[in-house]
């Protein structure tokens, strides 16, 4: 996947445990488009928590 506004050229991958089902999968890309929405809205500034908000658990 390749970002828009502001990563042109630059590849993003996710790799999620083999398990993981497709409602997980929607939330992760999900939280990573609002993180990334929030990053282009303030480019010379992007927000502290962003990082945090887009961390996911996986059950094992």
Do not use: D, I, Q
Not at 7 to 34: D, I, K, N, Y
Not at 38 to 46: Q, S
Request: no cysteine; proline share 10%.
């Amino acid at each position: 996947m390749t970002g828009g506004s502001g990563l042109r050229g630059v590849e993003v991958r996710f790799v999620l445990p083999p398990a993981t089902t497709l409602s997980a999968a929607a939330g992760v890309l999900s939280r990573v488009a609002r993180l990334g929405s929030r990053m282009a809205a303030h480019p010379r500034r992007p927000r502290p928590t962003a990082l945090s908000e887009a961390a996911v658990t996986f059950p094992s």
